[in-house]
């Protein structure tokens, strides 16, 4: 039986793209009496009809699964902050950033607008650039304007199914359109942004972008840690979650327990302070969130 990736879902069917093209299939009642609802990103088993239809027979186990927008398998996040408008926030950054590795998602990091900043924000743009790289992850600067950087970030694309995240106005659209220039997404108008406005229906739909897929709609549009235990929170921070095997005790929090690695490593420089001070918020507000029955 062939397999392939579902790209599109709209009105009952879904889109499967297989080794010989896109195939229009529609589920088996056997989805509804299980309760699997097949998602964009799902790798399915499917049996043709002929060129264009077919059936859904089987959904392969997921790797993931987000909520908003409703999609499976994500391989990574491009998570794009802004240089200036809006201004970079290492906090909002690091909120992503827990969300997006509890997703078990790879982030890259892209800081975008380049081409608006002066010498003293790129230097300090760059050394937040540096921390992050030591903490594991890829940093990329880029603009959408000069196209700096566009050659580094497009070959993150290929073979991937990515998710472009960030507030609304970081150039997300700008950036897919420098990366795919027929996509002609229109940009600055709040009403036709990336993923609003232009379908009446909520659906996500995967694009080809660059010899990868990309989600039309950006990721992470809610930023609650609603599911997140505070005994967690240490493993969405790499740097902190190597650090803290070397604390004394098991499920250490950081916090004021003796002989803490993480602690050590913050006094000593090498985790940045404000990286351990959005962990610290980060685990206040997820110890005081309200239990959920
Ligand atoms: P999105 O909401 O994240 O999709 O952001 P958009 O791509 O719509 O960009 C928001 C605004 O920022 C638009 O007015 C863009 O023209 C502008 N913009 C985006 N990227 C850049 C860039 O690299 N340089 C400059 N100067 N402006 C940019
Ligand atoms: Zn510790």
């Not at 290492?90 to 380049?114: A, G, M, Q």
């Amino acid at each position: 039986m062939p397999e392939g990736k579902i790209i599109k879902a709209l009105s009952g069917f879904y889109y499967v793209l297989g080794d010989e093209g896109i195939v229009q299939c529609r589920g088996r009642g056997v989805f509804r009496k299980n309760k699997i609802t097949p998602l964009v990103g799902d790798y399915v088993v499917y049996q043709a009809e002929n060129d264009q239809e077919g059936y859904i027979l089987e959904v392969k186990e997921r790797k993931n699964e987000l909520v908003r927008p409703p999609i499976s398998n994500v391989d990574q996040a491009i998570l794009v902050f802004s240089a200036v408008e809006p201004d970079f926030s290492t906090n909002l950054l690091d909120r992503f950033l827990v969300l997006i590795e509890y997703n078990h998602i790879t982030p890259i990091i892209c800081i975008s607008k380049l081409d608006l900043t002066d010498e003293n924000l790129r230097v300090k743009l760059e050394q937040y650039a540096e921390d992050y790289r030591k903490a594991g992850y890829t940093v990329i600067l880029t603009s959408s304007e000069t196209e700096l950087g566009i050659d580094k970030l497009a070959p993150y694309l290929e073979g991937e199914i990515s998710v472009f995240a960030g507030q609304s106005g970081v150039g997300k659209s700008s950036l897919l359109n420098v990366l795919r220039p027929d996509l002609d997404l229109k940009t600055d108008d709040i009403s036709s942004h990336l993923g609003r406005g232009k379908h009446t229906t909520r659906h996500v739909e995967l694009i080809e972008v660059g010899n990868g897929l990309v989600a039309d709609t950006p990721g992470f549009s809610s930023l609650e840690f609603t599911d997140i235990e505070a005994e967690e929170l240490t493993y969405c921070f790499p740097e902190i979650a190597t650090e803290s095997e070397k604390c004394k005790f098991r499920g250490c929090l950081h916090l004021s327990e003796p002989k803490c690695a993480v602690k050590a490593a913050v006094e000593n420089g090498e985790i940045p302070i404000y990286r351990f001070d959005h962990y610290k918020d980060f685990l206040q507000e997820i110890k005081e969130r309200k239990p959920r029955y």
